[in-house]
């Protein structure tokens, strides 16, 4: 019988991780056309709870074609949802989640369709429907309680990997942090990259450039591992053919490209882990609502410390589509602004211990996080 030496049981012990052990998305139709497939697609579950159906609709598609293939019946009920202003909140999920309540009971499902924001708020929807209280209580990992209603994803814009991952973002009085349990998973998404043909322009790389990044990070750091490299070397070389090159633009086949590119991306932080553009982008949004994918972008553009081979291609590709990303929007933040940001960015020990190790909290300090806010 082969005899452990106690030390070898230890040292086996102290190098011993944890991997990540994760619930897909139960059902993906990927093709033009498929959102047409949406009402057969939702048939089996008419029945479920009060018999009828949630759709929340991003408002961009309001009097637009969309609108009228949305396959509503006459029970359903509607939100048009506007996310231009800010990203969804705790108050906001929690309002809707009575109001549906009280009107219907609960629904057999919740259907999402537009962009991150749309698929965070269905996600985050489908959970409050079925657990008591405040969506506060919930944000963090393995919170929830209960399962939450069946629920779709139809992604019309591609970049944000919302439509894959297993945290629906919320931003709360506190923290800006994710519903983020194998329950908030989709159990369904429709990509038909017919629907992501008519975002604008900015928007189109905006979104686009947060899958660059998200492969970029998860490549950059120790929880990288050969499982979320496959997929972020395949997300970045499509991001290269639809972003850089002749090819380049917004095509129908680069749409399909995109959605693609979107859900690998997605999957391969799942695997792994963001890391300093997205520890600071949170930082931004929270203290000042910018926009995700937009804050990525601002904050891409300075990090050559950390991924000077990432951010001299993301330059590349702001350059060669005359995308204008502003400078000097620190000169308007106050020292006590700054130091928010710093702080919020701080508190994301997972994204840190990714980017830097073990010793994050010997290279990054407030001050450092201060000094990288100052070159925005
Ligand atoms: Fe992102």
Known sequence: MLKIQPEAIMVAAQTQTTHKNFKGIEKTVFGRGSFSQLDEILAPRRGDNEGYFV???????????????????AEDLTYYISVEEHEPTTEQIDQLRDEILAKKGLPSGVVGIGGGSIMDIA?????????EGSSTLYQGLNLIKKPGVYHVGVPTIS?????????????????????????????QVVLDPELIASVPRNWWFYTGMDTYIHCVESENGRMNNAYSHAYAEQAMKLCREVYLGEQSGQTPENDDKLMVASLMGGLSLTYSEVGVCHALSYGLSKILGTRH????????NHLEDYYPEGVAEFKQMVAYHQIDLPQGLANEWDDETITKMAHVSYNLPHMWLHAIGDN??????????????RRL
């Not at 985050?124 to 079925?130: D, E, I, N, R």
């Not at 991952?165 to 800006?176: D, E, I, N, R, Y």
């Not at 994918?293 to 891409?300: D, E, F, P, R, S």
């Open 55 to 73: 759709f929340i609709v991003d408002n961009y598609f309001k009097g637009k074609p969309l609108e009228e293939r949305v396959p509503v019946h």
């Open 293 to 300: 994918c937009y804050a990525n972008c601002l904050i891409m």
């Open 123 to 131: 996600k985050a929807l489908s959970l409050m429907l079925t657990n």
């Open 360 to 373: 994050w909290q010997e290279v990054i300090t407030i001050d450092v996080l201060k000094d990288l806010f």
């Open 159 to 187: 970049g944000t990997g919302a439509e894959v991952s297993m945290t629906a973002v919320l931003t709360g009085p506190v923290k800006k942090l994710g519903l983020k349990c194998e329950w908030t998973v989709f159990n």
